[in-house]
């Protein structure tokens, strides 16, 4: 059975994937979000990839999903345990030795969400409901302010320590509704930083929670195609 381990994006709430973990389970999938402690100034991402590698224990053909912030966490996860695939949704692709907080001017992520907010016509300046919630159902948006917490600085000044990439497949799913990340923006960063390109799907930067069953679908699609490689 395959296992998918959902790592999420800064604050570490596990709640983010709750729309999708039923429709994995669903298909016949064994499948865990992992809470994160996001607000702890004395954990980083090297303390969070721990846990995550303490929750894969005991699962076979595990299926490593980052969002966001979580993509700093998955090489280091990959480097302590086995990972069958890795996917990334809407994340921040790290090189190795690389911060959280050099990434943005590294890859020039602040001016390329700029310039599509000039192309789209909507707010420059970031706010939550323009970037985040804007295509999240506005029941889920409000059920999760509850489940919304920071990140501590912590996670933004360790260094992403990897040799390089795991020899499996490694795929890079982003919204085309995401403002934060653009399309163009996460395909580019994908192309150079990984040699591969993007799957689109719709939805925005939360699409977990925006369209779950699109997510699901490419997961699962992964998945079968994953059983079939030689690599598996």
């Known amino acids: 059975m395959s296992s998918f381990v959902l790592v999420p994006g800064a604050g570490g709430t596990a709640w983010y994937w709750h729309r999708l973990l039923p429709l994995l389970e669903q298909a016949g ?3 865990v979000a992992v809470d994160l ?9 090297d303390e969070y990839a721990d ?11 595990v299926i490593l999903v980052a969002q966001s912030m979580g993509g700093f966490t998955a090489p280091l996860v990959c480097t302590r345990g086995s990972v069958g695939m890795l996917v990334f949704v809407n994340a ?32 420059e300046e970031f706010d939550l409901d323009t970037y985040f919630l804007h295509d999240v159902p506005k029941d889920v948006a409000k059920a999760g302010a509850q489940h919304q917490r920071p990140e501590g ?17 490694v795929h890079v799913v982003a919204g085309a509704e995401d403002r934060f990340f653009p399309r163009a923006f996460q395909e580019r960063v994908a192309r150079a930083r990984l040699s591969v390109g993007i799957d689109v799907i719709p939805g925005g930067h939360l699409v977990a929670l925006s369209n779950p069953r699109g997510l699901a679908d490419r997961l699962l699609a992964y998945r079968d195609a ?5 690599l598996s």
């Open 29 to 31: 999938c064994d499948a």
């Open 37 to 45: 402690p996001g607000d702890d100034e004395s954990a980083g991402i």
């Open 51 to 61: 846990l995550v590698v303490r929750a894969m224990d005991g699962r076979s053909d």
């Open 92 to 123: 921040m692709i790290p090189v190795p030795g690389e911060t959280a907080g050099d990434w943005w001017d590294h890859t020039g992520a602040v001016p390329a969400r700029v310039d599509a907010a000039k192309r789209g016509g909507y707010p």
């Open 153 to 169: 600085k912590i996670a933004f000044t360790q260094p992403c320590r990897f040799g390089a990439w795991p020899a499996i497949p």
């Open 226 to 230: 994953m059983k079939t490689s030689p």
